[in-house]
Each structure stands twice: as structure tokens, then as C-alpha cells.
């Protein structure tokens, strides 16, 4: 079969913050990507391009670049195309989408931590789509490494994962991403790889083990829409990779759409990635990764092919959705009024607001053509629709995003989704890895034990350090992570990953505090809050509007208890404003908006706009919720 030797195809896989974005920087700079003068102003992390990506330090969409690599024995030069993939669970969807355009994965894993829950989860995804494995021990430089043991430990996921004897044979490279030092010859622990100096080895271990593209000759146009752009001047641009034949600017090429439905269409740019920009070309042949423009409505998974010849690409498949939440349009008394909620002082911050329902719709139904492991469903109300997607963190980036773009929305509690077994009710279980401290260790295990979790593995690696395995149910980890640092004093580390359905696990009580509710409008005052405080924690500045039902803080006892924070106090001509304000205010506790949904119990919600995340009563009324909580406990 004809083979492609001047292009390979490879994705960088680990688990979240083990330095795969910062090896893609290194090898962008050794293969000549920028000009010298452009070095010293290269942002770090480059492929990191949106903003929520460099502010919270993780990937969250799938990117592709190319670097051309010129062989020192002086042969052509090679096109290595990569994909740099999310290492979080939660953004599998985009991880799928990257294997799918490569031939081989290079698995990164940290020198000191091993491999971690996303690892396995990474991994399990390459091993299932036969991709060939090169391994890097990365941070080989980390005073904690412990290069050995974390290579065995690989091993030891290989086999747990069932790799076969062709894919447990896998080439190893030692780096120092930061440095952009590779080597095959395995340093001492927490130095960088002395018999080195820049990441050769690691460019010629992916020629000599990344499979080149292989074709067959004459054959029919086959391209797989693999991820979506676009563009102010060309529109919609979809990223495929040529399977098969060729594709070439303004050709008429037939698009099969996942209904099964061809029509024909015509190709009017055509261009492929060098470094970080797109360059127009003339023609893309098999095993190219390419990008065109054309095609309003392309959608991911469908394919291009030969319009006399039309022979569909399988669709991409991805994992079911573990958590769903509401989102609809904001109900309550502040809506379009601005962070202060003053309407006249904030007019002029509003006037781009996004409030109504079609607009939240449109946008839902937006990210539903790149994202393709999100899901929207209608609810019972025309005003809010059901989203589910992998976890959390992936569903509260969604909402940042909205936010951002200047919508207003009201956010239910997070759930679980169920599914039916045999006439059973199972529910998502997650595979929890946590690192604390030895001191911490009762504390974490009597927190899991409220949660459901059950310890299926400890090891100690006398370091002070523990690391413990649960596996737990989604809704436990609900709300964990902010009572899990505070128990281990901020020093723990916990990853999950989803682990499959297990039957229901009854009734988890996660939260046994109540709420501090407002129970009428008006602006938060500091004599307020300094006879409140000793009721719990509050959650507001003084000079914050608030309305009524809306949570201002979490209450010392279990229950909810119904307080007015505006009380002011009133003067006399013996009292002035200043006197008897000996007392401190104890500064309120800021959630972000992942605490807020965390912190919210199943007869409350959040509400978000772009100025001001607020949690509030479903029901707003004072007198109504007693109604209701009277109701039902008759």
C-alpha cells in the first residue's frame, strides 16, 4: 500500500497540568516556527489561546499545529502535525475528536505524580482506537521525581488497561518540557537529561515509531470533518482530515450529512496549518489535516467524498453525558439591571445584555454544532432546557462562556443522569484519586464515607504522602472539592474519572448547613452584618443590593433561617453614624461560580450575569416556601 513520508500524525495525551502544552511550546520553537526575533515575545503556553484556558491553566479545546522538522541527516523535511488534547475528563468529547485525526499518541506523564485517574482515562481512549503509544516521563528535573517507579506504574496501567503484547512495547523518552530537553537515556532523579540538549531525540523517536499515512492509489475522495471554526470573512470553517484521494480548492465535492442525506458542495478555500496560522493551498492529499471553507451547515462527523463516488466515514462516537443541570433565563427582581443593581447607574454597562429565552436557546443550540458531547433537552417550561454533559467543570465553563457574552441565566442545581438497568435504577460512579498529607488521611476518609465512597486501593510512598482510590458516585462529588481543601487545609490533591453505572446508592446528605435568606429588598448595611455575622458566614459586601429570597450567607444550624440583612441603623441626635461601630466586620466569604453551584441545595439555584454570580430561592416568596415545606412534611 502507498505510503506518506513526508507527514505524521501524532496527539499529545496526559492528565491536566503534566506539561503538554509547554512541550508543544518547546517543539514550536526548535522547529523553527517563529523567527528569532519573534522568541522572546512568544507568550508562554501559546496553544492555549482562549482565555478561560490561560486563566484557569488547563486545555479545554482540542488544537492543532504543524511544525516542519528537518532531519539532521539532511533528507526532505517531515510535516509533524499536532494535536494538543484537554487532559481533564470532563472535555473527553475533544479528546475523542483528536485521536480520531492521528495515527499514534505520545502518553506525557509527570515524573513525580504518575499516572493519575485522566491518565488512564487518556490512555483508555488510545488503546480502544489501536493507536500506538510513545511514552514521555516528563519533569524529570521535579525534586520529588521518581522516575522508576512511575514507569512501572505505567506498565502496571498498560496491563490493567489490557493492552496487548504489540502495544506494551512501547519506545520511552525522558524531558524537561519547561527546558525543552529531551533524551532516551534515563537521568537521575530530579535532574534534566544531561547527554542532551534540546528535544531531538524526542522529534526522531516520533519519525522512527509514528506510523506514516497510508493510501490506496486511485481511490475515491474520503475527509472527515473532525472539529469546527470560523471566521468573520469566510464563515463556518471545518477541520478534516483526507482519509483517502484528494481535495483541492474549488472542487465540487459531496457532503454526506449524518442523517445519512448527499448533497453537493463546493470547496471555495482551501488551507492548511503552519505553526499557528492558516495558510491557503491548492490541494490536500491523504493523511493531510486541512481546513475548509464553503459549507454553512457542516457539522462534526460528517464527511467529504467523491461526488460520483460517495462512501461515508464512520460518525465519531463519544461517551453517554454524567451530569445534567437547568438553564434558563434569570427571573429574578434584578434582571438586566446591572452587578449593582441600580438601574439608572447601570444602563450604559447594559445595553448588550442577552435576557430573553431565544437568545438563550440560540446560544445552547451554537455550542451544540462544535461541542459534541453536550446535550439539550426541553424541560416542562419554554423558558429552560435541561443541558447535560460529561461533569461540572465542563457544563461551568459553558455557563462562564454565556456569561461572558453578556447573557443573563438562571442555573439549577446539578444532577446526576440515571439510566435504567434491568428494571433498576443505576447511577454514574466516578473513580476518585486523592494525595494528602498522612495527617489528613482520617479526615478525608470519614469525608468519603458520608458520600458513599468506597477505598479500593492505598498506597504509602514514604514520602509523608498517601494516595487512596474511591470509587464513588457523581452526586458525592458534588460539592466535594471546596470541603475537601478546607479539611486537608488546602494541601490535598483529588482527580475522578467516570467509571461506568452501578446501582442507586440511597440517600447523600453532602451539606449540613442551612442558608441565611433575605426576606426583603434593598441595599446590605454594615450594621446588618455585624449582627448577623454570628449567625454563619455571609457572602455580600456591604452597599450590595439584594431582593427577597435571595441567599446571603450559610448558616451556622442546619436549617434555613430567614434574616434581614438592610436593617439600618436609626440615628437620634444623642447617635450619630459613626459611634458605637467598635465592632469589625468579618470579611464575606466570595464564592466563584463552580462554589456557588456547589454549594447550592436542590430547592435553590444560582443566578448569573455578567456581572454578579447571586444564589437565590427557586421560590422567591417567604410566605410560599412555608407553604410548600409545610406541605411536605404533612
Given at each position: 500500500?502507498?505510503?506518506?513520508?513526508?507527514i505524521r500524525n501524532?496527539?499529545?495525551?496526559?492528565?491536566?497540568d503534566?506539561g503538554?502544552t509547554?512541550?508543544?511550546?518547546?517543539?514550536?520553537?526548535?522547529a523553527?516556527?517563529f523567527?528569532?526575533?519573534q522568541?522572546?515575545?512568544?507568550?508562554?503556553r501559546?496553544?492555549d489561546s482562549?482565555d478561560l484556558?490561560r486563566?484557569k491553566g488547563?486545555?479545554?479545546?482540542?488544537?492543532?499545529?504543524a511544525v516542519?522538522?528537518?532531519?539532521?541527516?539532511?533528507?526532505?523535511?517531515i510535516?509533524?502535525?499536532i494535536?494538543?488534547t484537554?487532559?481533564h475528563?470532563?472535555?473527553g468529547?475533544?479528546?475523542?475528536?483528536?485521536?480520531?485525526?492521528?495515527?499514534?499518541?505520545?502518553?506525557?506523564?509527570?515524573?513525580?505524580?504518575g499516572p493519575?485517574?485522566?491518565?488512564?482515562?487518556?490512555l483508555r481512549?488510545?488503546l480502544?482506537?489501536?493507536?500506538p503509544?510513545?511514552?514521555?516521563i516528563?519533569?524529570?528535573?521535579?525534586?520529588?521525581?521518581?522516575?522508576?517507579?512511575v514507569?512501572n506504574?505505567?506498565?502496571?496501567?498498560?496491563?490493567d488497561?489490557?493492552?496487548?503484547e504489540?502495544?506494551?512495547e512501547?519506545?520511552?523518552v525522558?524531558?524537561c518540557?519547561?527546558?525543552?530537553i529531551?533524551?532516551?537515556t534515563k537521568?537521575?532523579?530530579?535532574t534534566v537529561p544531561a547527554?542532551s540538549e534540546?528535544?531531538e531525540?524526542?522529534?526522531?523517536t516520533i519519525l522512527?515509531?509514528?506510523?506514516?499515512?497510508?493510501?490506496?492509489?486511485d481511490a475515491?475522495?474520503?475527509?472527515h470533518?473532525?472539529?469546527l471554526?470560523?471566521d468573520n470573512?469566510?464563515g463556518?470553517?471545518?477541520?478534516?482530515?483526507?482519509?483517502?484521494?484528494?481535495?483541492?480548492?474549488?472542487?465540487?465535492?459531496?457532503?454526506i450529512k449524518r442523517?445519512g442525506t448527499?448533497?453537493?458542495?463546493?470547496?471555495?478555500?482551501?488551507?492548511?496549518?503552519?505553526?499557528?496560522t492558516?495558510?491557503?493551498a491548492e490541494?490536500?492529499?491523504?493523511?493531510?489535516?486541512?481546513?475548509?471553507?464553503?459549507?454553512?451547515?457542516?457539522?462534526?462527523g460528517?464527511?467529504?467524498a467523491?461526488?460520483?463516488?460517495?462512501v461515508a466515514?464512520p460518525?465519531?462516537?463519544?461517551d453517554?453525558?454524567?451530569?445534567s443541570?437547568?438553564?434558563?433565563?434569570?427571573?429574578?427582581?434584578?434582571?438586566g439591571?446591572?452587578?449593582t443593581?441600580?438601574?439608572?447607574?447601570?444602563?450604559s454597562a447594559?445595553?448588550?445584555?442577552k435576557?430573553?429565552a431565544?437568545q438563550?436557546?440560540?446560544?445552547l443550540?451554537r455550542?451544540?454544532?462544535?461541542?459534541?458531547?453536550l446535550?439539550v433537552?426541553?424541560?416542562?417550561?419554554?423558558?429552560?432546557?435541561e443541558?447535560?454533559g460529561?461533569?461540572?467543570l465542563?457544563?461551568?465553563i459553558l455557563?462562564?462562556q454565556?456569561?461572558?457574552?453578556?447573557?443573563?441565566?438562571?442555573?439549577?442545581k446539578?444532577q446526576?443522569?440515571?439510566?435504567?438497568?434491568?428494571g433498576?435504577?443505576?447511577?454514574?460512579?466516578?473513580?476518585?484519586?486523592?494525595?494528602v498529607?498522612?495527617e489528613?488521611?482520617?479526615a478525608?476518609?470519614?469525608?468519603?464515607?458520608?458520600r458513599?465512597?468506597?477505598?479500593d486501593?492505598?498506597?504509602?510512598?514514604?514520602?509523608?504522602w498517601?494516595?487512596?482510590?474511591?470509587?464513588?458516585?457523581s452526586?458525592?462529588?458534588?460539592?466535594?472539592?471546596?470541603?475537601?481543601?478546607t479539611?486537608?487545609?488546602g494541601?490535598?490533591i483529588?482527580?475522578s474519572?467516570?467509571?461506568?453505572?452501578?446501582?442507586?446508592?440511597g440517600?447523600?446528605?453532602?451539606?449540613?448547613?442551612?442558608?441565611?435568606?433575605?426576606d426583603r429588598?434593598?441595599?446590605?448595611?454594615a450594621?446588618?452584618?455585624?449582627?448577623?455575622?454570628?449567625r454563619?458566614?455571609?457572602?455580600t459586601?456591604?452597599?450590595?443590593e439584594?431582593y427577597?429570597?435571595?441567599?446571603?450567607g450559610?448558616?451556622s444550624r442546619?436549617?434555613?433561617?430567614?434574616?434581614?440583612?438592610?436593617?439600618?441603623k436609626k440615628l437620634?441626635?444623642?447617635?450619630s453614624?459613626?459611634?458605637?461601630?467598635?465592632?469589625a466586620i468579618?470579611?464575606p466569604?466570595?464564592l466563584s461560580?463552580?462554589?456557588?453551584?456547589?454549594f447550592?441545595r436542590?430547592?435553590e439555584?444560582?443566578?448569573?450575569t455578567?456581572?454578579?454570580?447571586?444564589?437565590?430561592?427557586v421560590?422567591?416568596?417567604?410566605?410560599?416556601r412555608?407553604?410548600t415545606?409545610?406541605?411536605?412534611?404533612r
Amino acid at each position: 500500500m502507498p505510503t506518506r513520508h513526508d507527514i505524521r500524525n501524532v496527539a499529545i495525551v496526559a492528565h491536566v497540568d503534566h506539561g503538554k502544552t509547554t512541550i508543544v511550546d518547546a517543539m514550536l520553537k526548535q522547529a523553527g516556527a517563529f523567527a528569532a526575533h519573534q522568541l522572546d515575545s512568544v507568550d508562554d503556553r501559546v496553544m492555549d489561546s482562549n482565555d478561560l484556558e490561560r486563566e484557569k491553566g488547563i486545555t479545554i479545546l482540542a488544537k492543532n499545529t504543524a511544525v516542519k522538522y528537518h532531519p539532521k541527516d539532511g533528507g526532505a523535511p517531515i510535516t509533524i502535525n499536532i494535536i494538543d488534547t484537554p487532559g481533564h475528563a470532563d472535555f473527553g468529547g475533544e479528546v475523542e475528536r483528536g485521536l480520531s485525526m492521528v495515527d499514534a499518541v505520545v502518553l506525557l506523564v509527570d515524573a513525580s505524580e504518575g499516572p493519575l485517574p485522566q491518565t488512564r482515562f487518556v490512555l483508555r481512549k488510545a488503546l480502544q482506537q489501536r493507536k500506538p503509544v510513545i511514552l514521555c516521563i516528563n519533569k524529570t528535573d521535579r525534586p520529588d521525581s521518581r522516575i522508576d517507579e512511575v514507569v512501572n506504574e505505567t506498565y502496571d496501567l498498560f496491563l490493567d488497561l489490557d493492552a496487548d503484547e504489540d502495544q506494551i512495547e512501547f519506545p520511552i523518552v525522558y524531558a524537561c518540557g519547561r527546558d525543552g530537553i529531551a533524551s532516551l537515556t534515563k537521568p537521575e532523579d530530579g535532574t534534566v537529561p544531561a547527554d542532551s540538549e534540546n528535544l531531538e531525540p524526542f522529534f526522531s523517536t516520533i519519525l522512527a515509531h509514528v506510523p506514516a499515512p497510508t493510501f490506496e492509489e486511485d481511490a475515491p475522495l474520503q475527509a472527515h470533518v473532525t472539529n469546527l471554526d470560523a471566521d468573520n470573512f469566510l464563515g463556518r470553517i471545518a477541520l478534516l482530515r483526507v482519509e483517502q484521494g484528494e481535495l483541492r480548492k474549488g472542487q465540487t465535492v459531496a457532503w454526506i450529512k449524518r442523517d445519512g442525506t448527499v448533497s453537493n458542495v463546493r470547496i471555495t478555500e482551501l488551507m492548511m496549518t503552519e505553526a499557528l496560522t492558516r495558510k491557503p493551498a491548492e490541494v490536500a492529499g491523504p493523511g493531510d489535516i486541512c481546513a475548509v471553507a464553503g459549507i454553512p451547515d457542516i457539522m462534526i462527523g460528517e464527511t467529504l467524498a467523491d461526488p460520483e463516488n460517495p462512501v461515508a466515514l464512520p460518525l465519531i462516537t463519544v461517551d453517554e453525558p454524567a451530569i445534567s443541570m437547568t438553564i434558563g433565563t434569570n427571573t429574578s427582581p434584578l434582571v438586566g439591571r446591572g452587578g449593582t443593581g441600580k438601574g439608572a447607574d447601570a444602563k450604559s454597562a447594559v445595553k448588550d445584555r442577552k435576557v430573553t429565552a431565544r437568545q438563550v436557546k440560540d446560544r445552547l443550540d451554537r455550542e451544540l454544532i462544535g461541542n459534541v458531547s453536550l446535550r439539550v433537552l426541553d424541560t416542562e417550561r419554554p423558558d429552560a432546557w435541561e443541558v447535560q454533559g460529561r461533569g461540572e467543570l465542563a457544563l461551568a465553563i459553558l455557563v462562564e462562556q454565556m456569561r461572558r457574552e453578556g447573557f443573563e441565566m438562571t442555573i439549577g442545581k446539578p444532577q446526576v443522569v440515571t439510566k435504567e438497568v434491568d428494571g433498576k435504577t443505576h447511577e454514574p460512579v466516578e473513580r476518585l484519586t486523592v494525595d494528602v498529607p498522612e495527617e489528613h488521611m482520617g479526615a478525608v476518609t470519614q469525608l468519603m464515607g458520608t458520600r458513599k465512597g468506597r477505598m479500593d486501593n492505598m498506597s504509602n510512598h514514604g514520602s509523608g504522602w498517601v494516595r487512596m482510590e474511591f470509587v464513588v458516585p457523581s452526586r458525592g462529588l458534588i460539592g466535594f472539592r471546596t470541603e475537601f481543601l478546607t479539611n486537608t487545609r488546602g494541601t490535598g490533591i483529588a482527580h475522578s474519572i467516570h467509571e461506568g453505572h452501578e446501582p442507586w446508592f440511597g440517600e447523600l446528605k453532602t451539606r449540613n448547613n442551612g442558608s441565611l435568606v433575605a426576606d426583603r429588598a434593598g441595599a446590605v448595611t454594615a450594621f446588618a452584618m455585624t449582627n448577623l455575622q454570628e449567625r454563619g458566614v455571609l457572602f455580600t459586601d456591604p452597599g450590595t443590593e439584594v431582593y427577597e429570597g435571595m441567599i446571603v450567607g450559610e448558616n451556622s444550624r442546619a436549617d434555613d433561617m430567614d434574616v434581614n440583612i438592610t436593617k439600618e441603623k436609626k440615628l437620634t441626635n444623642m447617635r450619630s453614624s459613626s459611634a458605637d461601630s467598635f465592632e469589625a466586620i468579618v470579611p464575606p466569604r466570595k464564592l466563584s461560580l463552580e462554589q456557588s453551584l456547589e454549594f447550592c441545595r436542590d430547592d435553590e439555584c444560582v443566578e448569573v450575569t455578567p456581572e454578579a454570580v447571586r444564589i437565590r430561592k427557586v421560590v422567591l416568596d417567604q410566605k410560599e416556601r412555608g407553604r410548600t415545606a409545610s406541605r411536605a412534611k404533612r
